[in-house]
C-alpha cells in the first residue's frame, strides 16, 4: 500500500475544478446496459472504482473505450449475467449492474456484497424491490441469483432512502412497460442525473429529487450522451482543506445547492462563502476561527451528507469549543477517530456519536486511512498539523479522488506520495 506524506501548515490557495461525481458515474454506466447502442458519456473521473466498474462490464460482455474523461460503453454484445466474483468483492457498487442485467437479460447472478469497515451495508432492498417487480430471487450461500423473464411495474415502498436500492430499482423498471412507483426513494442529487440519463435513453422519469418517484418504462430504450454531475463530495473535501488551513479558493464545476448544510456550518464559524454563482463557489477562511459549539448529525439528503462526516470532523478539530457529530446513516463510521488520536486530536466516541474538543493544535503523525472519506479526513487533519504526517491506504483514498496529490500541491499544499 502506499502513502501520502503531508508537511502540514500550508494554506491552500487557488484555484481548482471538481470532477465528475464517483457516486454518479458508477450506476450511469451500470445503466448503459439498458442501452439500444453504443452510449458516451463526459467528464468520467478516472478513478480505480471506475475503472472497476469498466471490468464488470466487460464482463458481461459490454465494449469500454476511455479517451481522457470521455468514455463509449457500447452493450450491445452483453451476454453474461453472472458478475464476476472477484469484481464484486472488489467494489459493493458492483451491485449496480445487477437491475439492468435482470432487464436485459431476464437473469442477474452475483456473490453477496460483504460488509465493509463503515458497516454490515445488506441489499435486503434491492432485493425486496426486485421481488416486488415480479422477479425470483434467490438468496443464500453467499450467492444472490434475480431470474424473471416477465417482470411487471410495481409499488415499492423502501423502508430507509437507500441510494443504491433506489437507483437499481429505477433502472430495472425504465425497461419493463408501465408505471413503477419507488416510495420513500433517495434524493440524492446522483438519483437526479440517474433519472436525466434515463429519460434520454426514453424511459419517463418522474419526481426523482423527491421521495416519490414514478418510472413509466419502455421495452427498448434507445442511446445517449450525458455529462456527469460533478463530485459533491469532492468538492466539500476541498473546501474543508482550504477553510481547515486558513486559504482562500475558488472552487469551480461545484454546484452549490448539492450541499446543503455545508456551507450554512462553514459561515456558522467564521468562514465566508460565496455561492451567488450556480456552478462556482469561493471561500475565504477566517484569520481567527471563532470559538463556536457546532453539532452535526448526518442523514439522506438533504440531510448532511454522510460522505463528508469524516473530513468535517477533521475540521472541527481547528474550531474552539466541544463539538458533537452523531453518524447517523451508517453504524460504525467514525473510525477515523482513533487515527485522529493519534494527532493529539481530542475526540471521545462510540461507534454512532463523536465528542471533538476542537481548537488544540494536531501534531504530525503515521496514520492509517480506515476507509476512503475518514482517509480523506486524515488528509485533511496532516494539512492542518505541525510536521510531517504519514498517511498509509493512500489507495483506500484514491478510490475517490483523483491526483489528489497533484491538485492539493497545485494550492499550495506540501503533499507527496511513495
Ligand atoms: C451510496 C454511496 C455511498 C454513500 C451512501 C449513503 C455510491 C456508490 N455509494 O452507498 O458513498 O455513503 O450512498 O449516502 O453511490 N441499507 C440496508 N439495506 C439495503 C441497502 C442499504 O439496510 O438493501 C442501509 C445501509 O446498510 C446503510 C444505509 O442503508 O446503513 C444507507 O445505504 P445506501 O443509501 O444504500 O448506500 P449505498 O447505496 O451503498
Redesign the pocket.
Known sequence: MGEFVVRGGRRLEGTVRVNGA??AA??IMAASILAQGPVVLHDVPDLR?VAVMTDVLKAVGATVKRSGADMTIDPRGINQHVVPAHLMQEM??SI?VMGPLLARLGRAEAVQPGGCA???????????GFRALGADVQDGGGRTVIAGKNLSPGEIHLA??????T?NLMMAASRIPGETRIRNA?M?P?IVDLAQFLEKLGAVVRGAGTSDIRIVGQEWLGTCEHTIIPDR?EAATLALGVAATGGHAVLENCLPDHLPGLWGRLRDVGVRVATEDAERVEIWAPAQYRPAPVSVHTS??PGF???MQPQFLAFLLKIPGVHVVSER???NRLGHSRELRRMGAQIVADQRVALIYGGRPLVGSVVAAPDL?AGAALVIAALMAEGETIIKGREIIERGYQQLAERLSLLGADIGVR
Open positions: 464517483k457516486n458508477l450506476p472504482d459493493r457498487a449496480f463503515i458497516g454490515d451495508r445488506p441489499i435486503d432492498l434491492h432485493l425486496y430507509f432512502p437507500s441510494v443504491g436500492a437507483e433517495a440524492e446522483e463530495i439522506p439528503y451528507a454522510t460522505d446513516v451508517f453504524e472519506r
